[in-house]
């Protein structure tokens, strides 16, 4: 802080250094103690004030701060005699901005430039205040008067990004690129321009306007001297020339490029598209999203004669041929992929073959084979054959392969290699072997993993063994199987492999990643939580990795740990938001201008995150479900939420927003390609094996869909629980009843409706086609959403009376009558049909728990709004005449409810209750019991077979003492039980609910009672 | 095959398969972007075939006077792409960049002092073990200070190896 002392405001610095120690030392009560001596003594000091603001909001005081600051803007406004410094300024700014009220710190700024017209310290404060508002057009406005009155190169380009920044969002474009070229222009003529970044900014400027010819001129002239790094100004200028269509000087320029950095295979992918004069790969650089980048190189058909092109792809050749004999380098792989590259070049024209495409593949292989990337190398060129090829090429590997001798450990890289060929790439031969045969391959892959194991012995436990991806491979194989068979005992031997290979060494990311998925689809929730955290997944990663956990624990009900993911993730994007323009204001300080673009384009992608609005608008529901139980505290909570308002605009706008996917889908298994998409619940035929799915637009859309309904909710909640209690008050107070939640909530009754595909009245009418037992349009994926509608429809209906109107002889309105009866049959159900086996599929007991915690927790808040309205300690008990009736009709409907809720709800606690009687032994011996055959029959068992021979054969000689111990503490037993418990937990977290839920019910009969 | 590049913010997104090692930090946001906004050229991506991110090199350059060097924060290899000397090669793009550009004296880093495998790399590339920082790594491990010095080095005064443990105190930067 030692920077922000000087006479202040007429205040020495003796006297506030003190203050400022305070703070740094984070003493606080002491800071503000001083604060109050400096004050008696300048009790107008706008800087006192603002330290006096800073304090408070340094204690968690933020409103005593804003009106502290508040107050020192106002002295700092009133007086005109008063010198305004910078550390005043920036003091103010700095509350203001804690406080999310950066446009008075901006207003504090201006006014002081306004006065100060030439100071440009205050000027840099005024448009890092600009920066941090991304206010772009007044960022470029005090740019320049900044470059005026200093003539310093920074300032212009200061002014010129800003510039840039508007073009990106769309404001001014061309004129503005115009006028930023014209600026930098006349500043060259003068005084030439200094830094590398400046530069750059300078060709970008012109790239934009596609004035290639006069970038390459500045490039190749004494500015051009400011790159250093002499390949990325040779990258730039091919580039440049490539996109002029100049092909000819380009792909020299990328031969330079490859003679120096012959392994640089972007370059050789631009050399090679410049000799051909194809431009695609440029193309592409503007359409495709740059977090998923294809992984395929596109090119068009080429328009050359077959001559040229036979030519070019000579030269192309021989080039590749000379970059192989000088590299001396063993790992440069290159030159060598580059020979295939050119023969699908050549296949694709039609000029090629399959056998001369197959044998560069076959000799790639054999030099490179053993690497752990060679199959992601590859891929993309299996991709050009058809299926009966690929099979044709995979024996060449195969029979290669076989006349390779190597290393143990090269071997083991090779068959690998081909192992993953195999299952990524010619989709696991999934039709064409038999399941035995399967099953055999399977073995092996195992066994391979097992005999391999002593070339990793004392290793470092950090240290990556040889053939872990084996294991990854027999697990694939493994769920292939159950896809197949519909065997579940595949799935838990998958299990049993992955857990094996995660004793022996625990950091192996792609096991736990595996293993959650599948923990996941057995409702072994929190095993797989607990393996989401053992990934450390943490700021960054959150965006891309949490989508592996976060959808099935959003339908758990693992409340804490879902509040703690979402807490942890929403902290870290809005951390982010807060604080990226004040680093976006570093890179305008360092004279980074090129990062200045990319920061604020990388925010606004985080801010469009549709991971991010999920988040966002599952966090208050998860509140409301928690609180659902005591009406006040509901209350209470969306009092804090804005009664939900804050979601209906978040809902009314996503419509427009374009959405970014930021997942690492790669990491996913190839069961459950996507978040919505879960192959192991079917379909069992009909979808390629690894699917890997792209982003599709109907994603897009019922995600959007999803969280524009979801944002209904808070809103709708509230409104229902007003509704409910208006209807009361309505019949015990004539005319108290109000119009507005009424017509609001039927408002967003209708356009609820309309996502489940219906108008408002035909809703309405499916809703009481329900009483006839018709429920055709009603599935589990909809089922939760017919079921909040339904509550809605009738929190709405008691209190609008336009709907129906009920009998005044009947117990209960019709609508109320149908939704208990809905909840009753659907959870009742769900109950029944569920298996005991203790390895079934989850989705059935999520939708029983959503149940649960959703509409029937919302329909329960209607029933503590009416209810609490009819008691006596309301003041408006006296009842008389007509009203009279209706509302004991109302009192005898929550009776009715309440008992029926209760019966449904103890049904639920009964079963839950038999899950939890059964004997840990038994249920743990159940799984193990699926994989006992001792491999001789078909059917599951055979690797675990292996794998427990394996166990009890293995030396400590061979495989060193660490693995040894692993190997013989690791028990199958434990696993079984480990798998049970997690589900039981599961299981027991909403048996708690439940229980929660009928104490709720029992305390409502005990005030109906009262009634 | 490695296409090195500058890192932008988009890696951030895509380097899960780098970072899901457990020797990886994945540090907080405003500690990447204060480097890309800092020393850009003191953090390369190397990218291989089907743009998959292969590995990355993050450091800068800092210090006065005959203690101005170039400093490794973090260099790490997707588990896919290790064995190839891909952390040579970036290594040695930053020491270039650290001599040619800055004209910096030495580079250095820190690692565990129980991190044999690394110490041992980076003793291949030239580095030496400058001094022992006492209980670096969360008060809890020593951490090794490895240096290698620069051509604007003549004498390789940079690199004689203190006798005496430091503490973390001592550190002139962080």
Request: aromatic share 10%; glycine share 4%; hydrophobic share 40%.
């Amino acid at each position: 802080m030692a920077s922000k002392f000087g006479y202040a405001g007429g205040i020495p610095e003796r006297k506030v250094r003190p203050i400022w120690d305070a703070i740094d030392s984070r003493q606080f009560k002491n800071a503000l103690k001083h604060v109050t001596t400096l004050l008696a003594k300048h009790a107008n000091s706008p800087y006192a004030l603002a330290l006096k603001a800073l304090v408070l909001e340094r204690m968690g005081k933020p409103e005593d701060a804003f009106s502290a600051s508040l107050n020192a803007k106002e002295h700092l406004f009133s007086n005109d005699s008063l010198l305004i410094d910078d550390l005043t300024l920036s003091t103010l700014q700095i509350v203001f901005q804690r406080l999310d009220r950066l446009d008075l710190a901006t207003e504090c700024y201006e006014h002081a430039c306004a006065k100060f017209p030439n100071k440009m310290e205050l000027m840099m404060g005024l448009f890092n205040c600009y920066v941090r508002e991304y206010s772009f057009v007044k960022q470029q406005q005090t740019a320049i008067k900044m470059y005026k009155l200093a003539g310093e190169e920074k300032y212009l380009l200061w002014a010129v990004c800003s510039i840039q920044l508007q073009v990106l969002s769309g404001n001014g474009g061309d004129k503005l690129l115009v006028l930023a070229e014209g600026l930098l222009k006349k500043h060259v003529a003068s005084h030439s321009l200094h830094e590398p970044e400046a530069l750059m900014v300078y060709v970008s400027i012109l790239e934009q306007q596609a004035k290639f010819g006069d970038a390459l001129e500045i490039l190749s002239g004494k500015m051009g001297s400011l790159l250093m790094i002499n390949v990325d100004k040779l990258r730039l200028q091919g580039r440049l020339l490539a996109l002029a269509c100049d092909y000819t000087a380009a792909a020299d320029i990328f031969h330079k490029i490859l003679e120096s950095c012959p392994d640089d295979w972007e370059c050789f992918l631009h050399y090679l598209g410049c000799l051909l004069e194809d431009g695609s790969i440029w193309c592409d650089e503007a359409v495709n999203d740059p977090v998923h980048p294809p992984k395929f190189v596109s090119c068009k058909v080429s328009h050359l004669t077959d001559e040229q092109f036979d030519s070019r792809i000579s030269i192309a050749s021989a080039l590749i041929l000379k970059l192989q004999t000088d590299t001396s380098d063993n790992s440069v792989r290159c030159p060598y992929l580059a020979t295939i590259e050119i023969e699908r070049r050549r296949y694709l024209c039609g000029k090629g073959n399959d056998d001369n495409f197959m044998d560069v593949i076959v000799q790639y292989f054999c030099r490179f084979g053993h690497l752990a990337c060679f199959t992601s190398d590859v891929e993309m060129f299996f991709e050009v054959f058809t299926t009966e090829k690929k099979t044709e090429l995979f024996g060449k590997l195969m029979k290669n392969n076989d006349t390779l001798s190597t290393s143990p450990t090269k071997a083991l890289g090779l068959s690998i290699s081909l192992s993953k060929i195999k299952q990524q790439l010619l989709l696991g031969d999934m039709f064409k072997s038999s399941a035995s045969d399967v099953e055999v391959s399977c073995a092996q892959m195992f066994e391979m993993y097992c005999k391999n194991l002593p070339l990793s012995k004392g290793f470092d436990p950090q240290e990556s063994m040889h053939g872990e991806e084996l294991l990854s491979i027999t697990c694939n194989i493994l769920v292939q199987l159950f896809w197949r068979t519909k065997n579940v005992g595949y799935l838990v031997e998958a299990v049993m492999v992955l857990e094996f290979g995660l004793s022996i060494r625990r950091y192996v990311s792609q096991y736990k990643i595996l293993l959650l998925h599948l923990y996941c689809h057995f409702g072994a929730l929190s095993v797989a939580y607990e393996w989401y955290k053992s990934l450390d997944i943490k700021n960054i990663l959150t965006e891309s990795m949490l989508h592996h956990i976060l959808p099935q624990m959003l339908v758990s009900p693992l409340w804490s740990e879902l509040n703690g993911l979402l807490k942890d993730y929403l902290k870290f994007m809005d951390d982010h938001f807060r604080e990226s323009a004040d680093l976006t204001s570093l890179a305008y300080h360092h004279k980074n201008y090129s990062k200045i673009m990319e920061f604020v384009q990388f925010k606004d992608r985080l801010q469009r995150s549709s991971q991010y609005l999920v988040a966002r608008v599952e966090t208050p529901l998860l509140q409301l479900k928690q609180n659902a139980n005591n009406i006040e505290d509901e209350e209470g909570l969306l009092q804090s939420m804005k009664c939900g308002i804050h979601f209906l605009e978040l809902s009314n706008e996503i419509g427009a927003k374009s959405l970014t996917f930021n997942e690492d889908s790669e990491s996913r298994p190839w069961w459950t390609p996507t978040l919505e998409k879960n192959y192991l619940l079917g379909p069992f035929q009909g979808i390629s094996y690894c699917p890997r799915e792209v982003l599709t637009k109907e994603r897009v859309t019922s995600l959007k869909r999803d969280i524009e309904k979801k944002s209904l909710l808070p809103r709708m909640i509230y409104l229902s629980i007003q509704s409910a209690s208006s209807s009361i008050k309505e019949h015990v107070v004539n005319g108290s009843a109000t119009p507005g939640i009424t017509l609001e909530l039927k408002l967003l009754l209708e356009r609820f409706a309309q996502f489940l595909g219906f108008s408002l009245s035909e809703a309405v009418e499916v809703v009481k086609g329900f009483s006839n037992g018709e429920r055709s349009v009603v599935s589990d994926s909809n089922l939760i959403d017919w079921l909040n509608f339904t509550v809605f429809l009738n929190a709405w209906n008691l209190s609008s009376h336009e709907l129906v109107h009920p009998d005044r002889n009947e117990r209960k309105p019709l609508i109320w009558n149908i939704l208990d009866s809905m909840l009753e049959k659907y959870i009742f159900e769900k109950v029944r049909s569920m298996e005991r086996q203790l390895c079934s599929p989850w989705s059935d007991i999520q939708l029983l728990m959503q149940l649960v915690t959703e509409p029937l927790a919302w329909h329960g808040l209607v029933i503590q709004s009416c209810l609490r309205s009819c008691l006596p300690s309301s003041k408006k008990k006296k009842r008389s005449g007509p009203a009279h009736q209706s509302s004991s009709n109302l009192a005898h409907a929550i009776t009715d409810s309440v008992q029926q809720l209760s019966l449904v709800l103890e049904d639920v606690m009964k079963w839950l209750n038999e899950w939890n009687k059964r004997p840990e032994d038994e249920n743990s011996e159940g799984i193990l019991s699926l994989l006992r055959n001792d491999g001789h029959n078909d059917g599951p068992g055979r690797v675990f077979h292996i794998l427990e021979t394996f166990i009890s054969s293995m030396s400590n000689e061979e495989v060193g003492d660490r693995i040894y111990h692993s190997l013989k503490s690791w028990s199958p037993a434990d696993v079984a039980r480990k798998m049970m418990t997690g589900k039981l937990k599961v299981l027991m977290e909403f048996s708690a609910i439940c229980e929660s839920k009928l104490k709720l019910l029992q305390s409502l009969k005990q005030q109906i009672a009262q009634v | 095959m490695t296409t090195i590049r500058r890192f932008c913010c988009n890696d951030l997104l895509r380097f899960t398969n780098v970072n899901l090692d457990h020797l990886t930090e994945t540090f907080n946001m405003s500690f990447y972007m204060t480097y890309l906004a800092r020393w850009p050229d003191y953090f390369h991506v190397a990218e291989a075939p089907g743009n998959r991110i292969m590995g990355y090199i993050m450091g800068k350059v800092e210090g006065q006077g005959d203690s101005w060097h170039g400093h490794v924060t973090a260099v790490t290899v997707a588990p896919e792409y290790r064995r190839q000397q891909l952390a040579k090669k970036l290594m040695n793009l930053l020491e270039d960049i650290s001599d040619n550009i800055d004209k910096a004296y030495f580079v250095d880093l820190f690692v565990r002092a129980s991190n044999a495998p690394a110490i041992k790399m980076y003793e291949k590339l030239g580095y030496v073990i400058y001094r022992r920082v006492l209980r670096y790594y969360s008060g809890e491990e020593d951490g090794l200070d490895m240096r290698k010095a620069l051509s604007h080095d003549v004498e390789k005064k940079s690199i004689i190896p203190l006798k005496r443990p430091v503490t973390p105190d001592e550190l002139e930067y962080d």
